[in-house]
């Protein structure tokens, strides 16, 4: 995920200053990892730097000095670009369950013992998730970033039963090279 085509897309809305973007991140993406403030103001100096973005002033309203930044035509046209552009469907399989499976039959490990445990964790991430986003007042945020996560994790789970079906083969294969 990129935080500068975040950062910039809730510029869009209108200038907001570095605490507002981290809260207004943290209640849009409800499930990515959560922004740190030093990210935030860091990200928000590139942009500015790279004509993205812009100081539209500093302030307090009574408590201490922000500055509001905005974003520039350039950061626009940039938020668009990014917005329209297609992201590849990853080429290679980069996930640690996978790779944990793998060390585990090439190992002599118990791999039907983790895919179990791992099986157990991956359905209580979805009851977690389903009483997120089926919770009363729950916002479109939360809703699609639950589905999202939900479908993610059914297609681990759907991998998990293949690959304990499999496992038996598998092993016999490792244990011939």
Same mark, same amino acid.
């Given at each position: 995920?990129?935080?500068?085509?975040?950062?910039?897309?809730?510029?869009?809305? @209108?200038?907001s200053?570095?605490?507002?973007?981290?809260?207004?991140?943290?209640?849009?993406?409800?499930?990515?990892?959560?922004?740190?403030? @030093?990210?935030?103001?860091?990200?928000?100096?590139?942009?500015?730097?790279?004509?993205?973005?812009?100081?539209?002033?500093?302030?307090?309203?009574?408590?201490?000095?922000?500055?509001?930044?905005?974003?520039?035509?350039?950061?626009?046209?940039?938020?668009?670009?990014?917005?329209?552009?297609?992201?590849?469907?990853?080429?290679?399989?980069?996930?640690?369950i996978?790779?944990?499976?793998?060390?585990?039959?090439?190992?002599?490990?118990?791999?039907e013992?983790?895919?179990?445990?791992?099986?157990?964790?991956?359905?209580?991430?979805?009851?977690?998730?389903?009483?997120?986003?089926?919770?009363?007042?729950?916002?479109?945020?939360?809703?699609?970033?639950?589905?999202?996560?939900?479908?993610?994790?059914?297609?681990?789970?759907?991998?998990?039963?293949?690959?304990?079906?499999?496992?038996?083969?598998?092993?016999?294969?490792?244990?011939?090279?």
């Open positions: 995920m990129s935080t500068r085509h975040i950062l910039l897309g809730l510029l869009a809305t @209108g200038p200053h570095g605490y507002d973007l981290k809260r207004r991140h943290d209640e849009r993406f409800p499930q990515a990892r959560p922004l740190a403030y @030093g990210q935030v103001y860091t990200t928000l100096q590139r942009l500015v730097r790279d004509g993205l973005a812009e100081v539209d002033g500093t302030g307090s309203e009574g408590g201490p000095e922000r500055t509001l930044y905005r974003a520039t035509e350039d950061g626009a046209r940039e938020l668009t670009r990014w917005a329209a552009e297609v992201t590849p469907p990853a080429p290679f399989v980069a996930n640690e996978f790779a944990k499976v793998v060390v585990s039959i090439l190992t002599s490990g118990d791999p013992a983790y895919l179990r445990d791992q099986r157990a964790a991956h359905i209580g991430r979805m009851r977690e998730l389903t009483a997120v986003k089926t919770a009363p007042g729950a916002d479109l945020s939360t809703v699609l970033s639950a589905d999202y996560a939900l479908t993610h994790l059914d297609a681990d789970l759907r991998w998990m039963t293949t690959t304990g079906a499999r496992l038996a083969p598998l092993a016999a294969e490792v244990d011939t090279v």
